[in-house]
């Protein structure tokens, strides 16, 4: 029998290594050049990344999130999930460790589905770190709902021709190439009737025409959502990745490690907000003692240490069916549970430690709003968190079957009595209750 809580010492060492690699040399990053992770790095910016990357290689961290057996370096989810915690707390961190979001969901699907030469042109510069990639799903009229999309790729001689419009296809602006999901056969059904092709960014009729920002950014137009119009872009016939009318196997298979892997940097921003809550618990006096002392206070470190240990034994766990199963399909159950509860986790801890901060939380002298942003985008990208709960609600009732008598429950007390008097009727006779 194993069951085990504990990480082999070997990879816990590697794991402090990281630790304060990230507090020391990367977080300080986050606050002299916010905003650039996907900024193709000035000659100065790289000087500094540069040098960090090689370290994180020296210890063999760099760009885990692939195993041996999809060309990466990767050790499986578990313990990608333990070092994605400590990630979690700093915007830089998983692009100085090479495993950031959308390009590993998308060097997965590459790893997964991709050709020889597809994987040479496209996955080896992503894994090296030398490119971006985006992932070009959703559709302005139909995010959560892709069996509604309408962009389109048909046949032309060689070449496909693709025209639509997408939005929401994050760091377009500076990606090399795009994943794009279109209707190949409007016939049968969507779920066979979708292609993903790769799309290099720079092909005539990639036309972006808003770079749409978050509600935290002051300009408008200048973010890194792309809104996106594909008119008439012309691809060879070995763009497609996966094989015609595979988007909807190869989507699950992109987005349920996304998913995982944003519930995995969720632990680390989440643990700290707990960890500003307890420290301004113990510094903030008011009424005569320290918040610390304050019950209802005390009420809110509980809860959010609860949350939070719960949701990461959760995602740990769910880590490890993954690694067992190598299947994500069979643990979509799982994630989708994760997707569903984690906007929830970080919105309440965050929330919690911004209002213990008083007038200082509500600033942008401390990190909660971007906090309680994230929060809500956890709540939206990836399926909105009410998709998920239905396919967890669908994917549960499948291991059920209704009463066996449709008017009164299994656990039905009478009738569970009277074959209890039944089965022990020899003792009941004894001791005369019968
Ligand atoms: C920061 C960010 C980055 C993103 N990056 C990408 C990307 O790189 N590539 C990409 O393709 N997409 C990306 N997306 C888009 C994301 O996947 C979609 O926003 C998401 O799938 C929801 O689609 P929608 O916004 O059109 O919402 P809608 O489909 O309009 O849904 C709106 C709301 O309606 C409700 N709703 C929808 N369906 C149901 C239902 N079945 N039952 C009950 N209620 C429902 C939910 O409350 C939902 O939030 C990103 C989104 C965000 C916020």
């Known amino acids: 029998m194993s069951w085990d809580f504990e990480t082999e010492p070997e990879y816990q060492a590697q794991l402090d290594w990281a630790d304060a690699f990230v507090r020391e040399e990367i977080q300080p990053l986050d606050l002299v050049a916010p905003d650039l992770q996907f900024v193709p790095p000035s000659k100065a910016l790289a000087q500094v990344l540069d040098p960090l990357k090689e370290q994180v290689k020296a210890h063999g961290l760099w760009a885990t999130h692939l195993g041996p057996e999809l060309g990466g370096k990767g050790h499986g989810q578990l313990k990608l999930a333990l070092l994605n915690e400590i990630l979690g707390r700093s915007p830089w961190a998983p692009h100085v460790f090479g495993c950031h979001a959308p390009d590993t969901g998308n060097a997965e699907i590459l790893a997964h589905y ?27 009229h139909a995010g959560a709902d892709p069996k509604e999309f309408t962009t389109r790729a048909v046949k032309d001689g060689a070449e496909w021709v693709i025209n639509g419009w997408k939005y929401f296809s994050s760091n377009a602006r500076t990606a090399a190439f795009l994943i794009v999901m279109a209707v190949t056969d409007p016939d049968v059904s969507p779920y066979k009737g979708m292609s993903m092709f790769l799309v290099p960014s720079d092909a005539p009729g990639v036309n972006i025409v808003r770079n749409v920002g978050l509600a935290n950014e002051q300009k408008l137009g200048d973010g890194f959502h792309a809104t996106i119009h594909y008119e008439d872009v ?15 196997a190869i989507a699950q298979t992109r987005l349920g490690g996304g998913r995982i892997h944003h519930a995995m940097r969720t632990i680390g921003l989440a643990k700290k907000a707990l960890d500003m809550m307890c420290e301004r618990a113990l510094s903030r006096s008011t009424q005569g003692t320290l918040l610390a002392e304050k019950e209802f206070v005390q009420g809110y470190i509980a809860d959010s240490y609860a949350q939070l240990t719960q949701f990461r034994l959760f995602v740990l766990y769910t880590a490890w069916k993954i690694d067992k199963y190598n299947d994500y399909l069979k643990v979509r159950k799982d994630i989708s549970s994760i997707k569903a509860t984690m906007p929830t986790v ?38 909105p968190t009410e998709v998920h709960k239905v396919t967890v609600a669908r994917q549960l009732l499948r291991d059920y079957r209704p009463s066996k008598d449709p008017l009164w ?22 001791v005369g209750t019968l």
């Open 114 to 140: 991709g050709t020889p030469e597809q994987k040479d042109r496209y996955l080896q510069p992503l894994l090296n770190g030398e490119i971006f990639s985006t992932y070009s799903m959703t559709e302005p």
């Open 409 to 430: 429950p299994d656990q039905f007390i009478p009738t569970l009595l009277e074959a209890a008097q039944e089965k022990y009727a020899h003792y009941l006779e004894q």
């Open 234 to 248: 012309r691809v060879p016939a070995d763009a497609v990745l996966g094989g015609e009318g595979q988007a909807f």
């Open 346 to 383: 970080l919105h309440d801890i965050a929330q919690r430690a911004m209002q213990l901060h008083g007038a200082l939380g509500t600033t942008n002298e401390v990190p909660f709003h971007q906090m309680m942003l994230a929060a809500q985008i956890m709540a939206i990208a990836d399926g």
